[in-house]
């Protein structure tokens, strides 16, 4: 099971190293779905991910954001560093694909690579008293089907890859 890049220009294995490399220095992700009266809406996230690239992230249910994804599935992601200088080298990326609440192995999944980003989440999730918001907060995860990568540094400037990740085996 795993991924393959599929990019015209650059290699699978040039594009991925820049995914990877821009999914491990950045925490935060914007994810942004559409509302049922079919109006884009925008939240951000700490994520965590596989190797995959399946993002995962940790919300109330009760959020606009995961609503609307209850209704459409419909999503996508921009991760990038906002303490970038304009003038480059810059770097970030785009994936588009589908949401949805983390059921089963993908759920203990989700929370095992959690836990492992964020050091932290296991305590605050011990911590958290059976009234506590957070007891509510369920792991979504994002299935992502096509990427758009800026990496100056890697690919020259103001050339953005696009990519179409194609699923090798079953995920479940």
Request: charged residues 25%; hydrophobic residues 35%.
């Amino acid at each position: 099971m795993g991924i393959r890049i599929v990019s015209e220009g650059f290699s699978e294995q040039r594009v991925r190293r820049s995914v990877f490399r821009i999914l491990q220095d950045n925490l935060l992700c914007s994810i942004a779905t559409v509302t049922e009266d079919n109006r884009a809406y925008i939240n951000t996230a700490y994520y965590c991910y596989s190797d995959e690239l399946e993002l995962y992230f940790l919300s109330d249910p009760t959020s606009r954001h995961c609503r609307n994804l209850s209704i459409n599935s419909s999503m996508a992601i921009t991760i990038f560093s906002s303490i970038q200088k304009w003038g480059g080298p810059d770097r970030g990326m785009q994936l588009f694909g589908t949401g949805a609440q983390a059921r089963g192995p993908q759920a203990t999944k989700a929370e095992g690579l959690y836990g492992k980003r964020f050091t932290d989440y296991a305590k605050w999730n011990a911590g958290l008293n059976t009234a506590a918001v957070g007891r509510t907060y369920r792991f979504y995860r994002f299935n992502a089907r096509k990427l758009k990568v800026l990496d100056e540094a890697e690919f020259g400037e103001a050339v953005f890859v696009i990519g179409v990740l194609r699923r090798i085996g079953r995920l479940q």
